[in-house]
């Protein structure tokens, strides 16, 4: 907790407000802070993006009082929280990487900084949501890593050299940030555009009003009124906020998720795209996305065959150097459960433990925290695992712990293996 950490003694490397999570807020080259691990999501109204941002402050990332703007061929916005680590006119580093990297619209690259391995995954010219994290775990980063090479047709593959990942390259960070064009953070609602001519025009009118008033009292002044007793004034108390929602309230069902992902999996797996090869696979509530690499052939030959394939597709699109598609597929709407927590952070891990020790298999798990609008702290175990088990196998296990949620389910076809991530609330 940071109301626990010793400020004067911190030789981790790790800012206090970073202790307890996977993930940090920043990294710093040659003297230059870099933001990263930024919420990323797409711009669609470029001729008034601040209203787009505010309200996706307020009902996409609760909480988030800082953005930065990534222009160009596919503006995004990035939002992220001040009390995480993050502050006004700080460098945004992805920005900076996309600028130095101009030459291609994809990329995938970690590079080893100075409180862990940044990760950032670029495609298309979009910024993955996945794609910008800075994690402290360097088995964690080039697990992320290496569930991306799957898909085909990187500009760049950047590595550490010591991973010894083939057809990667090694590439320095600063020599690539320090001649490119940035962007810095800013305040989600600092007065700006027409807001900021609105006010200014008001205050100019109360100045104006104000300036006349004086003239009247001091040139037709009034004669003096009969003085007249003060009444007391009235309070009203202000009716107390109604109860915070708790978020395990309302979370999607597991076993819902995890049958219709594992259907929407099968589907895409067996279209048969002859002279095209099926990349990585991610599944979350929010749907399926996939692609297709040419090995040979045309492009009208997968056009056909996802076509006539059955498969409802709700978005579709196609590289620049047309040996790529990339393809959404919706999947059902998931109830939603109240399934509140029932252990408290140190019984969970070591009862996690215990169960996966006696299935011989890992799991990765890490304590996190978040501060909701009305300052009530709620605490989760994050857990990552990979499994040669399709979701089906895993209802039983994940259905033992209430308060569970599944952020994402991802299956790699070339090694038969599924990675499963999500969180368990704690008292």
């Known amino acids: 907790m940071l109301e626990d950490a010793n400020l004067d003694n911190n030789t981790s490397g790790i800012e206090p407000f970073e202790e307890g999570r996977t993930w940090g807020s ?4 040659k003297g230059t802070k870099y933001a990263t691990s930024l919420f990323w999501q797409p711009l669609r109204n470029v001729d008034d993006p601040y209203t787009e941002i505010g309200e996706a402050a307020e009902n996409v990332l609760e909480g988030a009082d800082l953005f930065c703007l990534k222009r160009g061929k596919s503006p995004q ?3 992220c929280i001040s009390s995480q680590g993050y502050s006004k006119k700080m460098s945004v580093a992805a920005i900076s990487l996309v600028n130095a990297l101009s030459d291609t619209s994809s990329f995938l690259a970690v590079f080893k900084v100075d409180k862990g391995w940044w990760y950032i995954c670029v495609r298309n010219d979009v910024i993955l949501s996945d794609g910008d994290m800075l994690f402290f775990n360097e088995e964690e980063a080039k697990q992320q890593f290496t569930s991306m090479l799957a898909v085909p047709d990187w500009g760049y593959k950047i590595a550490p050299p010591e991973w010894n990942i083939e057809d990667t390259r090694q590439m320095d960070l600063w020599t690539l940030l320090k001649g490119a064009q940035t962007e810095t953070l800013q ?4 007065l700006r555009g027409t807001k900021l001519f609105i006010i200014l025009a008001l205050a100019g009118v109360a100045a104006l009003w104000l300036a006349s008033t004086l003239v009247s009292l001091i040139f037709r002044a ?4 009969p003085i007249v007793a003060p009444v007391a004034i009235k309070t009203v108390d202000k009716a107390a906020p109604p109860p915070e929602p708790k978020p395990w309230e309302n979370l999607p069902d597991p076993v819902e998720l995890l049958g219709y992902c594992f259907k929407a999996i099968q589907d895409v797996v067996t279209i048969p795209t002859p002279g095209w090869h099926i990349g990585g696979i991610t599944c979350s ?6 692609s297709w690499g040419m090995e040979m052939g045309r492009l009208t030959w997968i056009d056909k065959a996802l076509e006539n394939s059955g498969v409802t597709f709700s978005n579709k699109s ?3 150097s047309g040996r790529e598609v990339m ?4 999947i059902s709407e998931i109830k939603t459960l109240n ?10 891990v070591n009862t996690i433990n215990d169960l996966f020790q006696g299935l011989q298999l890992s799991i990765s798990l890490s304590s996190q925290s978040w501060t909701s609008p009305q300052n009530n702290v709620y605490r989760t175990v994050h857990f990552s695992l990979s499994s040669k088990y399709d979701p089906k196998e895993w209802v039983d296990i994940f259905t033992r712990f209430s308060g569970l949620t599944i952020s994402g389910i991802k299956y790699d076809v070339n090694s038969n293996t599924w990675y499963y991530e999500g969180a368990i609330y704690v008292l």
């Open 285 to 290: 509530a929010e749907g399926l996305v996939t």
């Open 327 to 330: 393809a959404s597929v919706p």
């Open 222 to 225: 009034a004669p003096p009124k």
């Open 77 to 79: 916005f990035g939002l």
């Open 26 to 29: 920043s990294f710093t080259v």
């Open 187 to 190: 305040k989600v609602n600092a």
């Open 318 to 320: 196609i590289s620049p």
């Open 339 to 348: 399934s509140p927590p029932q252990y408290n952070g140190v019984d969970l």
